[in-house]
T-cell receptor
Framework: DGGITQSPKYLFRKEGQNVTLSCEQN?????MYWYRQDPGQGLRLIYY???????QKGDIAEGYSVSREKKESFPLTVTSAQKNPTAFYLC????????????????FGPGTRLTVL | GDSVTQMEGPVTLSEEAFLTINCTYT??????LFWYVQYPGEGLQLLLK?????DKGSNKGFEATYRKETTSFHLEKGSVQVSDSAVYFC?????????????????FGKGTKLSVKP
């Protein structure tokens, strides 16, 4: 079955440490996205990538970094520079990359809950 | 910039009650509109969508009609069940008629939590 996987489901880290969240998709989608979800604030876009080896900052990119070396994978690193990293992180993908004629519906992974101790 | 406003929750209903969750939007261009649902501890799932004015999206008994004149996309269900308890997000994606410029990213409302009591 095709889908998006995120690992781990729960992640704990000590203050000052970097941590990398995994996101893999086997849907052959061109675009991938990372969102952060906080209670009562909806989803906020961190980074997105429309094609391999290219990515763009979203609304709240400070303190985060990404890479897109393979079409299937879009890992997110939460760095020690992120002031308030405790949150629920969601990865998504869509078939649309730079071809605007394609559908822009996004498919979501199950999420990773990061807690900074 | 583009934005989505949806009614604040939480919304608490009895089983078999009628549900309406209001959603209005502000956008340039011709957005596609979506409703996503999030069950506790999970990611988001697409519930329904509409890509042009007067389109009606429907799924699992839920419906929403794209109203350009009132810039709205209200979610409705005639008879809710306990299993419908979740957070519902309205979202838009700007659609670019000339295939250029717009990124096509989704903009989400803040979500409305629905609790259905037996």
């Amino acid at each position: 079955d095709g889908g998006i996987t995120q690992s781990p489901k729960y992640l704990f880290r000590k203050e000052g440490q970097n941590v990398t969240l995994s996101c893999e998709q086997n849907l052959n989608h061109d675009a991938m996205y990372w969102y952060r979800q906080d209670p009562g604030q909806g989803l906020r876009l961190i980074y997105y990538s429309q094609i391999v080896n290219d990515f763009q900052k979203g609304d709240i990119a400070e303190g985060y970094s990404v890479s897109r070396e393979k079409k299937e994978s879009f890992p997110l690193t939460v760095t020690s520079a992120q002031k308030n990293p405790t949150a629920f992180y969601l990865c998504a993908s869509s078939i649309r990359g730079r071809d605007r004629r394609k559908d822009n519906e996004q498919f979501f992974g199950p999420g990773t809950r990061l807690t900074v101790l | 910039g583009d934005s989505v406003t949806q009614m604040e929750g939480p919304v608490t209903l009895s089983e078999e009650a009628f549900l309406t969750i209001n959603c209005t939007y502000t956008a340039t261009g011709y957005p596609s509109l979506f409703w996503y649902v999030q069950y506790p501890g999970e990611g988001l799932q697409l519930l329904l969508k509409a890509t042009k004015a007067d389109d009606k999206g429907s799924n699992k008994g839920f419906e929403a009609t794209y109203r350009k004149e009132t810039t709205s996309f209200h979610l409705e269900k005639g008879s809710v069940q306990v299993s419908d308890s979740a957070v519902y997000f309205c979202a838009l994606s700007d659609r670019d008629l000339n295939y250029g410029g717009s990124q096509g990213n989704l903009i989400f409302g803040k979500g409305t939590k629905l609790s259905v009591k037996p």
